[in-house]
């Protein structure tokens, strides 16, 4: 039995070795992963200053003496050469303890665009949002809601990764989409608000979910601000599109003809009247009006096509089955509904030949 001790004591610490290097390598993941979500180390002991109320601030490594404002211009600087980290750490420091209000409020404020720079993006939105909650009517409060939402924007696509245990397991969407959610909620009436309802509705799009990109559509052109802003345009030409890829074929359901259909002929009596008014047109973001109603009638024309399509082939199936007045009713209908379709002829020839004889 001896041998098979030595068996189970191999087995045992060879699996104990692969356990190692597995929690190793998701380690090393987890840093990787935390570099690249967040990316900044801040308060860096060659970057981290302490306020003296006797000589202002200095640096803990160099002992270097500067001014609430010499510090400020100094995190500037920093932060547009590119030294996040040291600019970051300058800015919290005033943010924290600078005698002059006004300068807490703008180094809190420069700290989330230090970070925003950086690709520390969730720090950036709690810098922003932590800004916003301290100074509401500071001097870049509005600037503070717009990068909120661009910050939970950009977690959303990049994603943030989920850890258990503090092992990375996944990257997902999750994160950013519930606090551009939130943000939206707090900040609804923004000149910016309905921008990012729009583009929550492109991302869900872009990834294939129609569904909850409908959504968001259709609560911009339901909302009472949102339906007059430059958004609801472009959200009705994206419903159109999506009516016009959720559909399988003339024989199946019709309906998302009829709901992209509905979405560019509301397109087209909103905004037609602004064809001769260029300058309108580009306040409501449709510089390219022209081209955007082209594609409208061209979504519409499609629609009518299909449509006219299925009314044909209702017809022709009760032709052959010897019911010639249920065909002429869908018939009737097809030239009635659709009279500019190629299926227009067709259905007058077949009106024709369905005629009883004398």
């Not at 989330?112 to 932590?130: C, I, R, S, V």
């Not at 159109?240 to 199946?252: A, H, K, N, P």
């Not at 001769?276 to 047109?281: F, M, V």
């Amino acid at each position: 039995m001896a041998w098979m001790k030595r068996v189970t004591a191999a087995r045992s610490q060879y699996n104990g070795a692969l356990m190692h290097r597995y929690l190793l390598g998701l380690l090393a993941f987890s840093g990787l992963a935390a570099g690249c979500a967040d990316g900044l180390e801040v308060g860096a002991p060659e970057g981290a200053w302490q306020y003296r109320p006797s000589g202002g601030y200095v640096n803990l490594q160099t002992m270097e003496l500067k001014s609430p404002e010499e510090l400020f211009a100094h995190g500037l600087a920093l932060h547009e050469a590119g030294k996040s980290p040291e600019a970051a750490a300058a800015f919290e420091a005033l943010g924290d303890s600078a005698p002059d209000a006004s300068l807490r409020s703008n180094a809190s404020y420069w700290r989330g665009e230090t970070l925003m720079k950086a690709g520390a993006t969730l720090d950036a939105y709690h810098a922003f949002e932590n800004y916003q909650t301290r100074y509401p009517d500071g001097e870049f409060s509005t600037r503070a809601k717009a990068r909120m939402m661009e910050c939970a924007m950009v977690m959303a696509k990049v994603g943030t990764t989920d850890t258990i245990l503090g092992l990375p397991v996944i990257t997902t969407s999750k994160t950013g989409i519930e606090l551009l959610r939130h943000t939206l909620q707090r900040f609804p009436r923004e000149d910016f608000s309905d921008d990012h309802y729009y583009r929550l509705a492109e991302f869900y799009y872009e990834r294939g979910d129609l569904s909850e990109a409908e959504l968001e559509l259709n609560f911009i052109l339901f909302d009472p601000t949102y339906k007059r802003s430059n958004s609801a345009p472009r959200a009705l030409l994206l419903l159109g599109r999506i009516g016009l890829e959720r559909y399988d074929g003339v024989d199946y359901d019709h309906k998302t003809l009829a709901d992209a259909k509905r979405a560019y002929e509301q397109f087209e009596l909103d905004y037609k009247r602004y064809l001769d008014d260029p300058q309108k047109a580009a306040e409501l973001g449709l510089q390219d009006l022209p081209a955007l109603m082209a594609t409208a009638r061209a979504g519409i024309a499609f629609v009518n096509e299909r449509l006219a399509e299925r009314e044909f082939m209702l017809a022709e199936y009760y032709a052959r089955h010897g019911r010639p007045a249920a065909a002429r009713v869908y018939l009737a209908g097809l030239l009635k509904n659709y009279p500019k379709t190629t299926w227009a002829a067709r259905a007058a020839k077949l009106v024709q030949e369905l005629e009883p004889t004398p």
